[in-house]
């Protein structure tokens, strides 16, 4: 069984066109779920935060062989960051 994807978009046009909406329907089923914000979605901020200081942080310093052993080091980087929470401003 796969894993399900799930993609934060915006609103924007090219998101929802009809061409976007024709290539989606090939893909496999339930693989992708795609979720919209709304049209005043701040805090879309803190993911795109979160993620570009994991980039940072992690994933640009390493080299892993196996999708196995990338998710297993996002998973204990999720896990290190759990540990002492950080309240975001």
């Known amino acids: 069984m796969q894993d399900t994807i799930r993609i934060i978009l915006d609103n924007h ?3 929802t066109s009809k061409k976007t909406q024709r290539f989606l329907n090939t893909t496999p089923k339930d693989r992708f779920k795609f979720v919209f914000t709304s ?3 701040s805090w879309l901020n803190m993911i795109k935060s979160f993620f ?3 980039t940072k942080q992690m994933l640009h310093t390493i080299r ?3 999708k196995q052993k990338l ?3 996002i ?3 999720f896990e290190e960051v ?3 929470p950080v309240v975001y401003h």
């Open 13 to 15: 046009s090219a998101h």
């Open 39 to 41: 049209k005043h979605g």
């Open 52 to 54: 570009s200081k994991m």
């Open 64 to 66: 892993v062989n196996a």
């Open 71 to 73: 998710k297993k080091r």
């Open 75 to 77: 998973y204990q980087y």
């Open 82 to 84: 759990n540990r002492e």
